[in-house]
């Protein structure tokens, strides 16, 4: 047998085995659930931790049946437990102690349960999971995955949650939906975060509580609050809040 003839064939025999040798591809459904194990109740908090001891200004809006009913601007430096606010204006009716300081607080927690519904195996069938594609914040590639109840009939809180995730498993931004049913009233709420890099790592740059509540025999009372975060410094505050 010619010499040609049996590279050719010993190349083909590689090739083959080579072939047989490739990973299967991941399927789209088991990237979305490889993504979305990154989507818990504690997916930013760090990000709210790094918060609490840089300055930053903030602006609060809140909304009332989508018409502002207050907003208010301060400069802010969360040092451990306290807050101190300097350069604080504020207009309209804002929810809450009109005196007390703005303070800026993780909604995701409270809003995903310690083990999502969605990454439970017996239940989250209920979800339909998906990856939406790629996006990019502050020059980071991420992907973007959501889970949503397929399921109607089923009582599970979380209705949707939606996020972008990084290859690292950082949440560059994150969206959850749910609704509460009683007999004394029902509730649905919107919660978003967007973070951005900061100078210790990823910080809050907005974040958005969106809340409605039907109580029988009254009007749907529907408060939304805006929080936008900017930097002043790029120095952590010392603890002492200097």
């Not at 040609?4 to 090739?15: I, K, T």
């Not at 459904?29 to 818990?40: F, G, H, M, W, Y």
């Not at 009582?155 to 949650?161: K, M, N, P, Y």
């Not at 509460?180 to 978003?192: F, P, Q």
Request: overall charge negative; aromatic content about 4%; some cysteine.
């Amino acid at each position: 047998m010619p010499a040609r003839l049996l590279v050719c064939l010993a190349l083909l025999a590689l090739s083959a085995g080579c072939a047989d040798e490739a990973p299967a591809p991941v399927s789209a459904e088991t990237e979305a659930e490889r993504l979305l194990s990154a989507v818990v109740a504690s997916a930013v908090a760090p990000a709210f931790e790094r918060a609490r001891t840089h300055r930053a200004d903030v602006t609060v809006s809140v909304y009332d049946a989508h018409v502002v009913a207050g907003q208010e601007t301060a400069t802010v430096v969360q040092a451990g437990d306290s807050v101190q606010v300097t350069d604080r204006a504020a207009r309209g009716v804002l929810s809450g102690d009109a005196t007390a300081a703005p303070r800026l607080r993780d909604p995701i927690a409270p809003a995903l349960p310690q083990d999502p519904p969605y990454l439970d195996p017996s239940i989250r069938e209920a979800y339909r999971v998906s990856v939406l594609g790629d996006t990019m914040i502050a020059g980071t590639p991420f992907r973007r995955v959501q889970a949503v109840l397929a399921d109607e009939s089923r009582q599970l809180g979380v209705r949707r949650v939606w996020a972008a995730v990084g290859a690292d498993g950082q949440v560059g931004a994150i969206e959850v939906d749910r609704r509460s049913d009683s007999v004394l009233y029902d509730e649905t709420s919107h919660v978003r975060v967007d973070l951005a890099p900061g100078p210790s790592g990823w910080v809050p740059r907005r974040v958005v509580t969106d809340t409605r509540t039907d109580v029988p025999l009254a009007d749907p009372a529907h408060v939304r609050t805006v929080w936008t975060v900017r930097e002043v410094d790029g120095q952590p505050v010392r603890r002492d809040g200097r």
